[in-house]
């Protein structure tokens, strides 16, 4: 059995874990003649050409796979690394919300201030966070808002089966979000269903002065809505870490907003996030060998 490996960091770690597996790294290219049936990463210019050299499972090494071509996702078995990017997303998520309440960077003296010992600040605790989503990613958001002393309701479509974050409440209605969430974070999948989910009715039934937070996909939000929102200020701050297209022109309006604070698709990168979608791919791995069900296999009708 052959591993086309696209991540580097995985190697040593497979072939100690795997030593009858030949593990090859094709970062650089795949040698003329040699075919594969695992591939490890789908992201790199040479996936594509490992899928027609045999391959028979794609673990993706991230989550979403809309970014991901259709020969790679024609593969009979695709998995992803559902919640590995969970630990640095929901950190930059509590991030952008305290600098919200603390009113960070405005906050921080470039001279001396006309009054000492006042700034405007406030706090997460007794705030409502309103999250679009409790998956992964979600679900650790709304953990660490909980030790915050925050209320957290989440969206979710199946609400029969309860929350699977103790402490936190569950709805199927998106607008009793939208009138109690301080802050609004994203996490759900870009799929068609959730295309402009937040539009310019959405954004008409918002708490006023809403932080909204979005490190899901840039298609959850219709942006010229956004932007009159933020103008009127029924949404006072925006923090973006995806928007749409990718990456966005030189002269893109959100750029320049003063009310927009703007991430490159960065909030996953950590050492933490390639560690966990390695010990993924590496219980995924165990599972193949032994012919047993692999774990998050991609729904490509649902988009995630």
């Known amino acids: 059995m052959r591993i086309f490996n696209e991540i580097g960091q995985a190697t040593d770690r497979l072939r100690a874990e795997f030593p009858d597996v030949d593990v090859v790294e094709i970062g650089q290219g795949i040698p003329d003649g040699v075919d594969g049936d695992v591939l490890f990463g789908g992201w790199g ?8 050299r045999g391959v028979q499972w794609v673990q993706l090494s991230g989550t979403g796979f809309d970014g991901i071509g259709e020969e790679i996702l ?3 078995i695709v998995t992803c690394a559902r919640g590995a990017s ?35 600040m406030d706090a997460l605790a007794g705030k409502t966070l309103g ?6 990613i979600g679900g650790r958001v709304a953990r660490l808002a909980l ?17 699977p974050v103790a402490g936190a409440r569950v709805t199927a209605d998106l607008d009793e979000i939208l009138a109690l969430a301080d802050h609004l974070v994203l996490a759900a999948p870009g799929t068609a269903r959730t295309r402009h989910l937040l539009d ?14 979005n490190i899901a996909r840039g298609t959850l939000v219709d ?5 009159a929102a933020l103008d009127d200020g029924r949404v006072a701050r925006a923090s973006l870490d995806t928007v749409t297209p990718e990456p966005l022109p030189a002269d893109h309006w959100l750029y320049a907003h003063p009310r927009v ?11 933490a996030f390639f560690d966990a979608a390695i010990e993924i791919f590496v219980d995924n791995m165990h599972r193949y060998v032994a012919g047993e069900p692999l774990l998050h296999v991609i729904d490509r009708d649902e988009g995630y």
């Open 200 to 213: 310019a009715d959405a954004f008409a039934k918002v708490k006023p002065g809403v932080h909204v937070v």
């Open 74 to 76: 024609a593969a009979p």
């Open 261 to 271: 604070f703007l991430t490159p698709h960065s909030s996953w990168s950590s050492t």
């Open 86 to 120: 969970a630990v640095p997303i929901s950190e930059y998520v509590l991030t952008a919300m305290l600098c919200f309440e603390k009113n960070l960077p405005d906050n921080w003296l470039t001279e001396a201030p006309k009054h000492w010992n006042f700034q405007r």
């Open 147 to 163: 030790a915050f002393d925050m209320e957290v309701l989440a969206l979710r479509r199946h609400v029969g089966a309860g929350s």
């Open 45 to 52: 210019q040479h996936a594509a050409l490992a899928v027609r």
């Open 131 to 136: 999250l679009v989503g409790i998956g992964g």
């Open 223 to 227: 942006q010229d809505a956004l932007r």
